[in-house]
Antibody
Framework: QLQLQESGPGLVKPSETLSLTCTVS??????????WGWIRQPPGKGLEWIGS???????YYNPSLKSRVTISVDTSKNQFSLKLSSVTAADTAVYYC???????????WGQGTMVTVSS | QSVLTQPPSASGTPGQRVTISCSGS????????VNWYQQLPGTAPKLLIY???QRPSGVPDRFSGSKSGTSASLAISGLQSEDEADYYC?????????????FGGGTKLTVL
């Protein structure tokens, strides 16, 4: 049974880069034909897809965030990561990592990690 | 403003049947499958329905999904107090400026 766990700083300064890692346990990130994605949820608001990466390395990004987002996989550590550059207060949210066999269906989720953008 | 439109709230009494709608367009619901997520207070979302009407293992058959044209619906029968949660629809959108996974704004279900 795959399990996901987000990790990273809970506070990021404006204009800096937000970096989060999702550790996969219960299976190999490279041997599963899964999509690995990031979704965020601002306080009191709805869900926003940030982007996904296929186990083969193909990436898919939200067009509204594409210029600032990089998602990558580290097979040696069984992790995938998110980098979001030039953050502002609008990027304050709970960030979830998730996975699934289909690009738009996430059936396994991490517990989420709150990231606040503030000086 | 979300690409997919859901009513902000819905309610029902225990045992009732409740439906939540999700309206989109030809570039998302009209040409791709719809998924539904349940988010209990303070927890991560959970996949409730995928590919319009399929239930992942462990999801009670009280939950069902359907799609017609550019709209989709989630139905919950035999409503229970533990169904009180936020519900989100999602789909892939093929339009050039939105290409990606789009979510509805969410519907807060209250069990009276």
């Amino acid at each position: 049974q795959l399990q996901l766990q987000e990790s990273g700083p809970g506070l990021v300064k404006p204009s800096e880069t937000l970096s989060l890692t999702c550790t996969v346990s219960g299976g190999s990130i490279s041997s599963s034909s899964y999509y690995w994605g990031w979704i965020r949820q601002p306080p009191g608001k709805g869900l926003e897809w940030i982007g996904s990466i296929y186990y083969s390395g193909s990436t898919y990004y939200n067009p509204s965030l594409k210029s600032r987002v990089t998602i990558s996989v580290d097979t040696s550590k069984n992790q995938f990561s998110l980098k979001l550059s030039s953050v502002t207060a609008a990027d304050t949210a709970v960030y979830y990592c998730a996975s699934g066999e289909f690009l738009n269906a996430f059936d396994i989720w991490g517990q989420g990690t709150m990231v606040t953008v503030s000086s | 403003q979300s690409v997919l439109t859901q009513p902000p709230s819905a309610s029902g009494t225990p045992g009732q049947r409740v439906t939540i709608s999700c309206s989109g367009s030809s570039s998302n619901i009209g040409s791709n499958t719809v998924n539904w997520y349940q988010q209990l207070p303070g927890t991560a979302p959970k996949l409730l329905i995928y590919s319009n009407n399929q239930r992942p293992s462990g999801v009670p058959d009280r939950f069902s999904g359907s799609k017609s044209g550019t709209s989709a619906s989630l139905a919950i029968s035999g409503l229970q107090s533990e169904d009180e949660a936020d519900y989100y629809c999602a789909a892939w959108d093929d339009s050039l400026n939105v290409r990606g996974v789009v979510f509805g704004g969410g519907t807060k279900l209250t069990v009276l």
